[in-house]
């Protein structure tokens, strides 16, 4: 065996067993192909072989070994995975906060339409920012947010025609006064 634990067979098989343990004791699948590249390593198999066993790159496996070495099992631990930076800063996003919930699309300049979707937010967000996003991305901006939707209905099951027309000439006259 060509590894730092070759001169102590008792040191050795204390850390394949305590491997072996904590192996049978894990949920967690990565962290188990983790200790299965370090199990596999202890055993004397090649960083070459061990990728192949684990379908793993041989430059992660030698990275897996690298930390295992200098921190023990505490060098395997995953850390959280930050994803890909946001492309909104924090006052752009308050900023839509502030928009979506004080005005209308109308007025901030979307001609006739009173309510806000995804897609006229991502607009809004492509005009005033110069940032393109995807419908999803904007639908994940909008979750982070706190921010939730409703489709609007127009529909009235037990609509009174009568009404509505008396209705539609009290608006025009309504919006020819302001």
């Not at 309510?115 to 639908?139: D, Y």
Request: proline share 2%.
């Amino acid at each position: 065996m060509d590894n730092i634990y070759s001169n102590n067979t008792l040191e050795l098989n204390e850390k394949i067993n305590e491997l072996k343990s904590i192996m049978k004791e894990t949920k967690n699948v990565r962290m188990y192909k983790r200790y299965l590249v370090i199990l596999r390593h202890l055993e004397g198999a090649s960083n070459v072989d061990i990728a192949k066993m684990v379908s793993l790159d041989q430059h992660t496996v030698g990275d897996y070994i690298k930390n295992y070495k200098a921190k023990g099992l505490l060098g395997l631990v995953m850390k959280h995975s930050t994803g890909a930076p946001r492309k909104l800063s924090k006052d752009q996003e308050a900023m839509i906060v502030e928009i979506v919930t004080n005005k209308t699309p109308d007025e901030v300049g979307f001609e006739s339409r009173k309510n806000w979707t995804i897609e006229i937010i991502r607009q809004w967000v492509i005009k005033t920012f110069c940032i393109t996003m995807s419908h999803r991305g904007i639908h994940e901006i909008l979750h982070r947010l706190n921010l939730s939707y409703t489709r609007p209905t127009y529909v009235l099951k037990k609509a009174d025609k009568e009404k509505q027309e008396e209705f539609k000439v009290t608006f025009e006259d309504l919006k020819k006064t302001n």
